[in-house]
């Protein structure tokens, strides 16, 4: 029986501002992620953009510091 071949892993883009918040589909606003990488953003963050990522893990941080 012949093997399965994995799949090439695909690059998607992804917008560092989205598209709905009046992000452009230009170089300087996308960034090159796996499909696996991207969809794990976008189940963990949503549609938060880099700098909204940022806050929220600032912010779990910062929960996390109190509860030591």
């Known amino acids: ?3 399965k071949r ?4 695909k690059l998607t883009k992804h917008h ?7 992000g452009q589909t ?5 960034l090159l992620l796996f499909e696996e990488k991207h969809r794990a953003w ?9 700098n909204e990522a940022i806050a929220i893990l600032q912010r779990v941080k910062q929960i996390k510091n109190h509860q030591q």
Not at 16 to 22: E, F, L, P, Q, T
Not at 26 to 30: G, K, R, S, V
Not at 42 to 50: E, K, T, V
């Open 1 to 3: 029986m012949p093997q």
């Open 6 to 9: 994995n799949k090439k892993p």
């Open 26 to 30: 230009t170089p300087e606003n996308i």
């Open 16 to 22: 560092i501002v989205n598209k709905c918040n009046g």
């Open 42 to 50: 976008h189940s963990i963050f949503g549609n938060a953009d880099l």
